[in-house]
């Protein structure tokens, strides 16, 4: 998960905050310094992080801060906000003209970023918006650069475009693609040009040729996140020669360090308008400031949850399943059909990293329950029980293990393994109800928040 080294830091340096009572300046000197560290450690502009540190600074040394009920809390809410106005304070989209007219998309990056599979991720989320989109392969010097478009095209049921004959050069590729999109009802054009291993004349030439060529509604710049400082060098480097209109980050899931996300807007001037946080084509997600600093302090995102809870899970099953947790009769039958939901949401690690106080840290007690890899063996597992068992996982007994092991064809140690993760999980989740039930009783209407709905535990 981006941001997992860094999060950990700052919420350990105020989780010692909190711990006091009242702060004195020294105290608050000695936090931000910490926090000073921790965002040069995460790669975030040493320009960016004096700016960010003095304002901070300015801010939570103050009479209202010092003699305040809850000092730390205050500390903390100041950061947070100047987290989100470093990274934008509003969520930024994509300038798309009504669907009765024309939108065209010019996709750009180096090799590597993920460009084309990000061109198809867009695709299918503004096809989901009720878009009619056409992808258009521009790429014909990278060998198998537009197959590699029309298999993840497939996938959305979103159809390309390309020179098939090798007639053209991608400024007429382009111009045809638009052309053709006019003439079969498509309104929305997504252009995914070349890209180089580094800048250069010849790309930006192209890229100011297409330019020349149609009218370009967005260009969108694709960095990869784990190139750190290099990301935000590369977004300068294209806006200056190029002209950009927002950026999307892509591999935040990834070993990140996370400073990009955090430098772009502050050094660039530009917005990140879509973040990709795995390899599935619905992994891609649209950035929103408040969101990432509530995250990145421990904070939880729960309205990026309740978002694709509501897109993804059957709020009667959901239902169902709190009545189950409230009453303990959650049972096995019931944890396939949560995995089944979570596997809809994006998967239990994507779930976990959204919910308020999980640290990054934590999320190594979940390792091989949420290893999307393991969940087949998982599932032997649970299909070799009796439906009895399943329903009543206390009485698992170790003979009865021993036999689900051997019918499962795995070990026992994996059966047991499994018996604690299920007992780990349901606590975790009965938790968790339980939270958000006392929230919504406050107010704050809980994961349910939005018509009374519900996560599937």
Request: glycine share 8%; proline share 3%; net charge positive.
């Amino acid at each position: 998960m981006a941001f997992e080294s860094l999060s950990d830091k700052l919420q350990n340096i105020f989780k010692n905050l909190r711990k006091k009572g009242k702060l004195t300046e020294a105290d608050v000197k000695a936090a931000m310094k910490e926090v000073k560290l921790a965002l040069l450690e995460a790669d975030v502009s040493f320009k960016v992080v004096r700016n960010f540190m003095k304002s901070v600074q300015e801010k939570a040394i103050g009479s209202d801060v010092m003699n305040g009920l809850n000092p730390g809390q205050m500390v903390i809410k100041i950061v947070s906000d100047e987290l989100t106005t470093l990274m934008g304070s509003e969520m930024v989209d994509l300038k798309l003209n009504p669907q009765t007219s024309m939108t065209v998309i010019m996709m750009m990056g180096l090799n590597g970023a993920g460009k084309t599979t990000t061109s198809a991720k867009l695709a299918s989320k503004l096809k989901s918006r009720g878009y009619n989109p056409l992808l258009a392969g521009l790429d014909i010097y990278r060998p198998a650069a537009v197959r590699q478009l029309q298999v993840n095209a497939e996938k959305i049921g979103v159809p390309v475009y390309w020179d098939d004959k090798h007639e053209f050069l991608p400024p007429d590729i382009a111009k045809n693609a638009v052309q053709y999109a006019k003439e079969n009802g498509f309104n929305l054009v997504i252009l995914d040009t070349a890209g180089r291993l580094q800048i250069d004349k010849d790309m930006m030439d192209e890229l100011h040729e297409i330019k020349e060529k149609i009218t370009v509604d967005d260009s969108i710049l694709v960095v990869d996140a784990m190139t750190g400082q290099d990301a935000v060098n590369v977004a300068s480097s294209f806006e200056e020669k190029v002209g950009i209109d927002g950026v999307i980050l892509t591999k935040l899931d990834g070993d990140t360090r996370g400073g990009a996300a955090l430098s772009i807007r502050a050094t660039v001037g530009k917005p990140i308008l879509y973040v990709g946080m795995g390899e599935k084509l619905d992994d891609l997600q649209q950035f929103y400031p408040d969101r990432m600093a509530s995250r990145i302090l421990g904070m939880g995102d729960v309205m990026t949850l309740i978002e694709r809870a509501q897109q993804n899970v059957d709020e009667q099953q959901a239902k169902e399943m709190e009545q189950k947790l409230r009453k303990a009769s959650f049972g096995f039958d019931d944890y396939l059909a949560s995995m089944d939901q979570m596997k809809k949401m994006g998967g239990m690690k994507s779930v976990l990293s959204m919910m308020p106080g999980i640290n990054p840290s934590q999320m190594s007690q979940f390792e091989d329950a949420i290893d999307e890899k393991a969940m087949a063996r998982t599932e032997a597992i649970i299909y070799s029980m009796t439906p009895k068992e399943r329903a009543n996982p206390e009485i698992l007994n170790p003979s009865r293990r021993a036999r689900v092991a051997k019918g499962a064809g795995v070990s026992l140690d994996e059966v047991n393994r499994l018996c604690k993760q299920f007992e780990q999980s349901r606590k975790l989740m009965k938790q968790y109800s339980g939270m958000l039930k006392g929230r919504k009783r406050r107010g704050f209407g809980g994961f349910g928040g939005l018509g009374g709905f519900k996560l599937p535990f």
